[in-house]
Structures are given as C-alpha cells and as structure tokens.
C-alpha cells in the first residue's frame, strides 16, 4: 500500500496532458499509472490540472546592497512562493572575490536560508577576483554549488568580471562541469548622471550594452566550449542576435533565460502617473523589441522572477540614483507565463530550470523524482494583491491562467487554499552540469531529424540516457512488486482537495 495516491488529476508529464493517478511513498513519486491502487491517503483532485512544483532560479531574498535590503526575507518570500506553487529556489550568495571569503558567504546564507519554507540552493557569486580562479572553483564545487554568476558591469562597486577572467572561467566550466551565469552588461556603455529620473532608464542602460556583451560572452563560449546561462534577457535585439549568430550553442552550452517583466511591460509605462514602480535592471526595453522577444521565446530556455522587491517608498525618489532597483512577482509568475505562452511555461520553469542548474530529482513527475506537486484550477482570473513583503505588485489586475490551489514539497502540503502550512525548506546540493546537458541535448535531438547529427553521436548520447534511467530501476521494480501483491479494500477517507487534511 503506497502512502498517499493523487487521484483523477489531468496531470502534466512528458510535455503533455494524461489523465493518472500518482503515489507516493514519503518524500518521492513511488508509481504513475491509470490503475487505482491502495493509499493510506486518498486526494481526489478531479477538475484539476496536477503539475510539477516550479522552480525558480533566480531570486534576490535579503538581497543587501549596503544602504538598503530587499523586503523579503526567505521567510517572507518562500511564503509567497507557496501561493505561486513554486517549491523550490536558487538565491545569490554575497559577490566574493577569495575562496576563503565564498566559503564564509556561503554559511551566512546556509543560516539565513534555514527561516525558507520551500527548498533552496544558491549561485556562488564572484566580483573582481583576486585568486586563482581554479581554487576558487573546487572551494565552490566542495561546498556542493555547480553554478557561479559574474557581472560584466558595476565596475563602480567592485563587482565587474574582466574578459581574462570570463574567458578562463569559461574554460574552467568546462575541465570541472560548472555552469557560469552573467548579469550581460557593457559597463562601458551604462551611464549615470545625476540628473536622469527613472523615465531616463533606458538611456542609462541601452539594449545596445546587453547586445554587445552577449555576443561578446557567446563567441568566449563558442572558443572555450563551456557552459554559459545568460540571466534576465531583456531586449528581443539581444535574442535575435544570439539566434543568427550562434544558434548551434543555444541549448547546449548556451542558456538563456528571461523574466515576465520583460514579456509583460514595455517601456512605455514609465509614462504612467507611478511609472518608477516599474524600475529594475536592465531596464524594459522599447514596444518593438518586446514583441521581437516574445516572437523568438521558443529559443530562451528558463523563466526566472528576479525576484528583488522594494516598499513604495523606496520607489519614489526623485532621481535614478536614489531608486533601489529591482521588483517582486514570484507568486504569479506561473500564471502569467502560462496566460502567455500556454503550457510552454510550465516546461521553462520546472523542467528545463531543473536539467540546466543541475537539480536532480525535481521538476518532473517522474518515478523516484521528490514529490514536488502543484493541484491547479484551470481558469482564467485576475492577479491579486501580494502575499510578499511588499505593499504592491506591478502584475496587480493582470490576467493569469491556472489558479494554484495546493503546493505539496516533497508529499506534505504546505498551501491550500491561501492557507499556509508550517513546514522547513531543505538544501539542495545540485550536480554536474554534464549530467543534465545530455539529458536536454536527448530532447532537443528527439525533436529533430536524426540525420542532422552522427550515428556516433546518437549512439554516444543514447548510452547516456540509458545509464541514467537505470538509476530509477529499483524504485520502478518496487513499484511493481507492490501491484503484484496489492489487494482493493474499501479506502477509509478520500481526501478531496477543498479540505487541507
């Protein structure tokens, strides 16, 4: 008898819709099948969408930039989370230029992310390095991070990467299996005078800066053969650029993520009487280029919030300068994204997030995978106000699609029907970035005729699936061992999901 069973759900497995049942023994997926089978729990989710929980790979809680913090703590922020059903997260370790100084970061924020309800991983993050980068690497990889984030600007901080630096950093990606993240920015081309206003963003922070620094970082990757993931894209310029010059990458060393901000507003809102609530960087981009960017988002493989949020009153400031940049949507961000691009999203912020950052057992409804599980009400339905620290939200009165109603981590449910339940978020040691990269490489190849790559090739990639499927072998014989035996009292309860528990 397995421990619960989710049953009569249209679930979301393998891209597509199917209509079975899910159990579950303690924290994983035990079986997915059509059959109904014994669980000391039943919960009846018919009418309802069941999908993996998200992820997000990119949030800014506790975010201190010296003379101001962001609102959430992650308490606050993996709360409003739940609501969005997000059950997992990757925040930013402090910028740290010396091995020493990261493994110091690195348990300030193990401390600090023990207050998260969900599940938690970081980026290690380095500014200016004053190390030898190979050094820096095994102390991150030691300390069970796989992905590292640079700045290719705020040089006036400290914290800009050099080339050099990039470009061996590129290569070290490759000789220790790391992903390496950049904030893509020319710092050459970025301006600050002390008059601009927040309506001067956009001659702050020109699409020319990003375009120019992506092409730039895309042809290190093409020369070095290592793993880059591009954060927050903001320009369809950029994206189209990167598509006709180096579209043989995008998806294999190359990843590209962008954030709802940037497919949701253009910078025409700026004109609006609150306009500076709109203030983050980079900055939106011009009508033109949104379209350009949402036209071409098949090629962007993750959606990440960037969540960074800030109380009104830090807003409203009368020069560029003075404003904290940075916005919170976590919460109703799978729905928004959903309302957009369809069931696209789901893929690009569960799925695709968990093979690119080298998150083993998550994003999938898949057998020995963690029972990270979303019940969703298909419907449309306006955004409302945030659950989050700050006192707005600039998605308020937009429309999503898909109304989460339950978030379960790992078999417990820790949201029902705006009600939060108290439960602790777990660290998640990540992976090697080569485990996943042929995994994602198998789809891509899947999805393409065979002849655009070698026998060889196909052989190679398929042995490596192979392998890595046998590793569920015994959770699936398990699973069957219990049909085989299984009998069909009659259930005591059947839980249906309008009741918590």
């Known amino acids: 008898m397995y421990d619960q069973a989710i049953i009569?759900?249209?679930?979301?497995?393998?891209?597509?819709?199917?209509?079975?049942?899910?159990?579950?023994?303690?924290?994983?997926?035990?079986?997915?099948?059509?059959?109904?089978?014994?669980?000391?729990?039943?919960?009846?989710?018919?009418?309802?969408?069941?999908?993996?929980?998200?992820?997000?790979?990119?949030?800014?809680?506790?975010?201190?930039?010296?003379?101001?913090?962001?609102?959430?703590?992650?308490?606050?922020?993996?709360?409003a989370a739940l609501y969005g059903g997000v059950t997992s997260i990757i925040d930013f370790l402090e910028p740290t230029d010396h091995p020493d100084a990261l493994e110091k970061a690195y348990f300030e924020r193990r401390k600090q992310a023990e207050a998260s309800m969900i599940d938690y991983t970081f980026h290690a993050t380095i500014k200016s390095p004053k190390c030898d980068l190979e050094d820096y690497v095994k102390k991150m990889k030691s300390l069970g991070m796989h992905t590292l984030k640079l700045f290719t600007t705020y040089s006036d901080s400290n914290r800009?990467?050099?080339?050099?630096?990039?470009?061996?950093?590129?290569?070290?990606?490759?000789?220790?299996?790391?992903?390496?993240?950049?904030?893509?920015?020319?710092?050459?081309?970025?301006?600050?005078?002390?008059?601009?206003?927040?309506?001067?963003?956009?001659?702050?922070?020109?699409?020319?800066?990003?375009?120019?620094?992506?092409?730039?970082?895309?042809?290190?990757?093409?020369?070095?053969?290592?793993?880059?993931?591009?954060?927050?894209?903001?320009?369809?310029?950029?994206?189209e650029a990167l598509i006709q010059s180096y579209q043989d990458i995008i998806g294999t060393h190359l990843f590209l993520e962008t954030c709802p901000q940037y497919l949701l507003f253009d910078a025409s809102v700026w004109n609006q009487d609150q306009g500076y609530l709109y203030t983050f960087a980079p900055p939106l981009r011009t009508k033109e280029e949104q379209e350009l960017l949402k036209k071409n988002i098949g090629s962007i493989q993750t959606i990440g919030t960037d969540h960074c949020a800030f109380m009104k009153k830090d807003k409203q400031k009368a020069t560029l300068k003075e404003i904290p940049l940075g916005v919170g949507g976590i919460e109703s961000?799978?729905?928004?994204?959903?309302?957009?691009?369809?069931?696209?999203?789901?893929?690009?912020?569960?799925?695709?997030?968990?093979?690119?950052?080298?998150?083993?057992?998550?994003?999938?409804?898949?057998?020995?995978?963690?029972?990270?599980?979303?019940?969703?009400?298909?419907?449309?339905?306006?955004?409302?106000?945030?659950?989050?620290?700050?006192?707005?939200?600039?998605?308020?009165?937009?429309?999503?699609?898909?109304?989460?109603?339950?978030?379960?981590?790992?078999?417990?449910?820790?949201?029902h029907n705006h009600k939060v339940f108290p439960h602790t978020g777990r660290w998640i040691e990540g992976s090697d970035i080569t485990f996943w990269k042929h995994l994602f490489m198998l789809a891509i190849m899947i999805s393409h005729p065979i002849n655009r790559m070698s026998i060889f090739a196909l052989m190679k990639r398929l042995s490596i699936w192979v392998r890595w499927k046998i590793s569920f072998l015994t959770m699936r014989m398990r699973s069957s061992i219990k049909q085989a035996i299984s009998f069909y009292p009659a259930w005591s309860v059947v839980i249906p999901i309008s009741i918590p528990h």
């Open 8 to 79: 009569n759900g249209r679930i979301y497995q393998n891209h597509t819709w199917q209509y079975k049942n899910i159990y579950l023994d303690g924290e994983k997926i035990a079986h997915i099948s059509h059959e109904l089978l014994p669980a000391e729990r039943i919960i009846d989710v018919k009418g309802f969408e069941v999908l993996p929980g998200m992820i997000d790979p990119h949030v800014h809680f506790e975010l201190d930039l010296g003379w101001i913090k962001s609102v959430d703590t992650f308490e606050t922020g993996s709360r």
């Open 160 to 239: 800009r990467t050099d080339d050099e630096a990039i470009y061996e950093l590129l290569r070290l990606s490759k000789k220790y299996h790391f992903l390496v993240l950049a904030h893509i920015e020319n710092d050459a081309l970025i301006t600050l005078e002390p008059s601009y206003t927040y309506k001067d963003l956009l001659k702050s922070r020109p699409s020319l800066a990003e375009t120019s620094e992506a092409l730039k970082l895309a042809s290190f990757v093409k020369e070095t053969g290592g793993y880059l993931y591009m954060v927050h894209l903001s320009s369809g310029f950029t994206l």
């Open 333 to 415: 961000s799978l729905s928004l994204m959903r309302a957009l691009m369809g069931d696209e999203a789901i893929d690009k912020m569960s799925e695709r997030v968990a093979m690119i950052q080298g998150l083993r057992q998550k994003g999938k409804l898949e057998i020995g995978y963690d029972a990270d599980i979303i019940f969703v009400k298909p419907h449309l339905y306006l955004i409302g106000e945030p659950h989050a620290t700050s006192d707005y939200s600039m998605y308020t009165g937009l429309e999503g699609y898909g109304e989460v109603i339950t978030t379960m981590i790992r078999g417990q449910i820790v949201y």
